[in-house]
């Protein structure tokens, strides 16, 4: 009786792991760095969006980089934004700035539960001593949950 319980044991503890173990994964997707090659208010950025993916969520994010140095306070704002495979924007997070000299930025959208394929898409304000301009983020691959 304990062999025949022992032998049936080790396939629901083998099946639990590997449930838990697929839950746990998450696939990402990056869109190619963009690099804004111009001097934004004496700094020179560069960025990438990127779909995170598991089972259970999917979120994008954006994120940007001064290759100079450390922006200045409020010189970096990022949003990110995910769309489905129809081209529709589904989550967006608001703007993000640098509250101190940074090196990155992210910003990351909401998270939504709904199976489907995204991809990320995004923005990045950079200012230049007199406002901010915006250049786009070059679209992530698309993936699916």
């Given at each position: 009786?304990?062999?025949?319980?022992?032998?049936?044991?080790?396939?629901?503890?083998?099946?639990?792991?590997?449930?838990?173990?697929?839950?746990?994964?998450?696939?990402?997707?990056?869109?190619?760095?963009?690099?804004?090659?111009?001097?934004?208010?004496?700094?020179?950025?560069?960025?990438?969006?990127?779909?995170?993916?598991?089972?259970?969520?999917?979120?994008?994010?954006?994120?940007?980089?001064?290759?100079?140095?450390?922006?200045?306070?409020?010189?970096?704002?990022?949003?990110?934004?995910?769309?489905?495979?129809?081209?529709?924007c589904v989550?967006?997070?608001?703007?993000?700035?640098?509250?101190?000299?940074q090196?990155?930025?992210?910003?990351?959208?909401?998270?939504?539960?709904?199976?489907?394929?995204?991809?990320?898409?995004?923005?990045?304000?950079?200012?230049n001593?007199?406002g901010?301009?915006?250049?786009?983020?070059?679209?992530?691959?698309?993936?699916?949950?």
């Open positions: 009786m304990i062999r025949k319980l022992r032998v049936s044991f080790i396939p629901f503890f083998l099946g639990l792991f590997l449930s838990v173990a697929t839950m746990a994964y998450a696939g990402q997707a990056s869109s190619p760095v963009t690099n804004f090659g111009m001097n934004y208010g004496g700094y020179i950025y560069n960025g990438y969006c990127t779909i995170t993916t598991s089972p259970s969520f999917a979120s994008a994010s954006a994120i940007m980089s001064c290759t100079n140095g450390s922006a200045s306070t409020g010189y970096m704002g990022v949003s990110a934004y995910m769309y489905n495979d129809a081209g529709t989550k967006y997070s608001p703007w993000a700035y640098n509250s101190s000299p090196v990155m930025l992210t910003a990351t959208s909401p998270y939504t539960s709904v199976k489907g394929t995204y991809y990320a898409g995004g923005s990045f304000r950079m200012y001593g007199s901010y301009l915006e250049e786009p983020c070059a679209y992530s691959p698309r993936q699916s949950n």
